[in-house]
């Protein structure tokens, strides 16, 4: 079975602070991606990559950022935190990106204070 | 930007009864996809069902797709306490590289 592993389930940031979000899966997926979760929203998609080194902005890319150094790691940087990022992030990784299952991590929950 | 709208938005029935949510969805697709999110967790797919398919079975799980009137349904048949969970219909598009598009979910409540 695929695993997807989020660092941390529960965050609590200041306003201002650099926040990483880990993301780790070990099926050797090419794509992986970054959605945040909230009420009444759905998942919206932040960033994804098709491959290391790459990545690509989904649909509400401001005030994030992504890494992807290792093909298994796909890391999520807050810049600056604000309390509008008080959120459920959810990482999800998938062999054939739109065409096959997606697999999600745990999702970590990040409050902004 | 949001696809699939699911259908109803919440629903509450008793163990033994059958669930149907639907899914409707505006562009052309190449897959469909139902996710399940229990609470606080991530969400666990279910079942991928692609454009040239019309119905699709897993367990007490069926999925039909009709794309001339875009859209979907999900039917669990002898609904059971643990089945209480939100559902995510997502699209994947028929253009170039695609990523899935989620609806905001149906929430079931299967009651003891």
């Known amino acids: 079975d695929v695993k997807v592993t989020q660092s941390s389930r529960y965050l609590v940031k200041r306003t201002g602070e650099k926040v990483f979000l880990e993301c780790v899966q070990d099926?050797?997926?090419?794509?992986m991606f970054w959605y945040r979760q909230d009420p009444g929203l759905g998942l919206r998609l932040i960033y994804f990559s098709y491959d290391v080194k790459m990545k690509e902005k989904g649909d509400i890319p401001e005030g994030y950022s992504v890494s992807r150094e290792k093909k298994e790691r796909f890391s999520l940087i807050l810049e600056s935190a604000s309390t509008n990022q008080t959120s459920m992030y959810l990482c999800?990784?998938?062999?054939?990106?739109?065409?096959?299952?997606?697999?999600f991590g745990n999702g970590t929950r990040l409050t902004v204070t | 930007s949001q696809q699939g709208e699911e259908d109803p938005q919440a629903l509450s029935i008793q163990e033994g009864e059958n669930a149907t949510m639907n899914c409707s969805y505006k562009?052309?697709?190449?897959?469909l996809q139902w996710y399940r999110q229990n609470s606080g967790r991530g969400l666990v797919h279910l079942i991928l069902?692609?454009?040239?398919?019309r119905e699709k079975h897993s367990g007490r799980l069926r999925v039909t797709l009709d794309t001339s009137k875009k859209s979907s349904s999900l039917l669990i048949t002898a609904s059971r306490a643990a089945d209480t969970a939100s559902y995510f219909c997502a699209t994947g598009p028929n253009s170039g590289y695609s990523t899935l598009t989620f609806g905001k979910g149906t929430m079931l409540l299967v009651s003891p």
């Open positions: 999800a990784s998938s062999l054939l990106a739109g065409n096959s299952p997606l697999h």
């Open positions: 099926m050797d997926h090419e794509n």
């Open positions: 562009t052309s697709i190449n897959n």
């Open positions: 069902i692609r454009s040239n398919e």
